[in-house]
């Protein structure tokens, strides 16, 4: 009796570890979603109501979605080192403090945003927002993509390697 649940935990745990797996794909796809819909917002702020970068941080630390919200929510803490710091490292360090479930190139598209964000002209920041954004939108097509393709895969996979634990083991 005590084999036989031994042998379902650790298939359990494999299933539990596999769909965890797809689950973190989830959760960079909706990170993906949150932080284009943050630039969405930031685009249009800067186009029609011509908001000053710290009004539009605190903004967007409110009503912005997480993770976005959190890094929004350190850069609004960070500008008020604005004059010793530039705003490009603030944004860098915001957004490598709580960079969320992304990767790499995802956040590679932010990381270049902070050397336009409040530097140049509002028609030059909207254009880097709406191209950041298309990049993320397109990111997080593909990880949805690539969950649906994979997600039932990872979580059969955990189950066989929970399996064959148990079968190693037995």
Request: hydrophobic share 45%.
């Amino acid at each position: 009796m005590l084999r036989l649940l031994g042998a379902g935990l650790v298939i359990g745990g494999g299933a539990w570890a596999g769909l965890g797996a797809a689950g973190e794909l989830d959760r960079r796809a909706r990170a993906l979603d949150a932080w284009a819909d943050a630039l969405e917002l930031m685009e249009s702020e800067l186009s029609f109501r011509l908001s000053a970068m710290p009004e539009l941080t605190r903004r967007l630390s409110v009503s912005a979605r997480e993770p976005a919200r959190a890094s929004f929510l350190a850069l609004q803490k960070g500008l008020e080192r604005l004059g010793e710091t530039s705003f490009e490292e603030l944004w860098r360090q915001a957004l490598t403090a709580h960079p969320g479930p992304l990767r790499g190139e995802e956040l590679d598209v932010l990381l270049a945003l902070g050397a336009v964000l409040g530097r140049y002209g509002w028609a030059d920041q909207c254009r880097s927002l709406e191209s950041a954004c298309r990049s993320l939108r397109e990111r997080s097509v593909q990880v949805r993509e690539e969950l649906r393709q994979k997600g039932k895969a990872y979580a059969a996979l955990g189950v066989s390697l929970g399996a064959f634990l148990t079968i190693l083991l037995l």
